[in-house]
């Protein structure tokens, strides 16, 4: 199937707290119209979007096998699997059930969830609706974390006047964890919104202790999308093993639907970015991508297994190069450490102590610290009342096996030289970056340059991938030039092109 042609920006609301530039890769389903007006009010929704079906629940999980829909809010749960086991709940509970609709985005890299409800809340809510009423449910409640993002819902629910089943919103505390299943039912039942630690499914007790349909705001958008299209409409786009559109957040900014299957470094392209020093997939639970695998990964479940990495919550970061890894790896692990529920050991002791040990290695703590970097991300997997240490580790470890290299030369005391910039975004206060700060301009080295023998280069290309921005290849697929200026953050990548190459037909040059 040939990839659409990327379309232009969409117009932003603007508000207080951060709102995404919205973008789409081909043209776009959940945020369709939105290139006309800011939001999509009721009329402009039906306008655009049509009258919504009504399906009996054997056809909604129907429905939902035959797009192969899954959860989009970070662990990828089959649709047709949650609403099986609604069903066979509300069974066993007399017909009671609820329909839980997740918007809160506790993590400052995503802003999906808050794109679809600031400007196309009609959406969601229909998806939430058409499953209630396909299990009977009695009430759909929506939780969400900022005030602009509720404001949007109780309008959008005034809107369409007196349904059944009822339609509420409430605003819950933000935090990270807010998102976790037993939290946001806990939340929106008048409880404290904190995991409650247990192993029992919402599915058989959830709201208010009935069974409960969680999922988060776009599963349901592309629920009430696919409703409308029909399973064959739906595949038209996307792969045949992963149809339909996906929305992620790019660099804690841009909000672009995209189909399965787009390249990553397209979507970059999109965006005005590049893959820089590597790319974080899945959020701050997720995976770094190499910058040489994020040129040719694609986006989706099975091509990112290969790398280890997962969509998640669809936050895409890329680290661009004049920023330390070092130090927004130790940015992001004090903040994952602060935004604790509070419960329990692993995660309100362990998780602190991880970003502190990590901090002191890149302080040049020494090889010792960073042994007990590793020995604290053992200490809390698996250990605490919900995922959260557990993420927090596995991002920590993939950064250590993303940049090896800055880690150790930041254990050893060398630095890096570059600033910590926020690539990597978190809310709040928080501790100074513990990165080296750049060195003076006194202190600076020599320019150095990075040349090519041309007696020697046979264009196999591996330059350009190992050391981008700085090689440059012509039509022919060799360098354009022979001598290039190499800045001192970009001397190692360049050693290890010296190394790498085939023909030995690059060498690094000294400053005068």
């Known amino acids: 199937m040939t990839a659409p042609a990327p379309t232009q920006l969409l117009p932003a609301l603007q508000g207080p707290e951060p709102v995404p530039t919205l973008a789409s890769f081909g043209p776009p389903r959940l945020l369709a119209g939105l290139d006309e007006v800011p939001r999509m009010d009721r009329v402009a929704h039906l306008a655009r979007h049509g009258g919504l079906p009504q399906l009996s629940p054997q056809e909604l999980v129907a429905l939902a096998e035959d797009i192969d829909l899954r959860g989009r809010g970070g662990a990828g749960f089959p649709f047709a699997r949650k609403l099986t086991a609604v069903m066979d709940g509300m069974k066993r509970a007399d017909g009671k059930g609820a329909v839980v609709v997740n918007g809160s985005e506790g993590e400052p890299s995503c802003l999906k969830d808050t794109a679809l409800l600031l400007h196309a809340p009609h959406l969601v809510l229909d998806g939430a609706l058409l499953a209630a009423e396909a299990l009977g449910a009695q009430e759909v409640a929506l939780g969400v974390t900022r005030k602009d993002v509720e404001d949007s819902v109780r309008r959008a629910i005034a809107e369409r006047g007196p349904v059944r089943p009822a339609l509420r919103v409430t605003l819950l505390t933000e935090r990270f964890v807010t998102g976790e299943g037993s939290a946001m039912t806990n939340g929106l039942g008048g409880g ?75 979507v970059l392209a999109l965006c005005g970015m590049d893959q820089g020093q590597g790319v974080l997939i899945g959020g701050y639970h997720g995976t770094f991508v190499s910058a040489t695998d994020a040129l040719t990964a694609t986006l989706s479940r099975e091509a990112l297994a290969d790398y280890k990495a997962v969509l998640g919550a669809g936050a895409v970061l890329p680290l661009p190069y004049d920023t330390c890894p070092a130090g927004e790896t130790v940015r992001v692990a004090q903040w994952m450490g602060a935004e604790s529920a509070g419960q329990c050991g692993p995660c309100v002791l362990g998780l602190p102590a991880l970003a502190e040990e990590l901090a002191r290695a890149v302080r040049g703590g020494g090889e010792g610290a960073l042994d007990a970097v590793r020995a604290r991300m053992r200490a809390v997997e698996k250990r605490g009342a919900c995922s959260h240490p557990d993420g927090t580790a596995r991002f920590v470890a993939s950064a250590l096996g993303a940049f090896p290299e ?107």
């Open 192 to 266: 404290p919104g904190l995991p409650s630690g247990r192993k029992i499914r919402s599915s058989e007790r959830g709201l208010n202790g009935v069974p409960t349909l969680l999922s988060n705001t776009e599963t349901y958008a592309q629920l009430a999308v696919a409703a409308r299209l029909g399973a064959l409409g739906y595949r038209n786009v996307g792969l045949p093993a992963e149809p339909g559109t996906l929305l992620l957040t790019v660099a804690g900014s841009m909000v672009v639907e995209v189909p399965y299957g787009v390249s990553l470094s397209r």
């Open 406 to 512: 800055e880690f150790e030369r930041h254990a050893q005391g060398f630095g890096c030289g570059r600033p910590v910039t926020g690539a990597l975004p978190v809310t709040g206060h928080q501790p100074p970056p513990a990165a080296t700060p750049p060195p003076s301009p006194a202190a600076a080295p020599p320019q150095e340059r990075l040349l090519v023998d041309w007696t020697l280069c046979r264009g196999h290309g591996l330059c350009a991938d190992v050391v981008p921005g700085i090689v440059k290849l012509g039509p022919d697929g060799y360098p354009e030039r022979a001598s290039m200026p190499l800045p001192a953050r970009m001397r190692r990548r360049a050693q290890l092109a010296v190394r790498r190459c085939p023909a030995l037909a690059l060498r690094v040059q000294g400053g005068n």
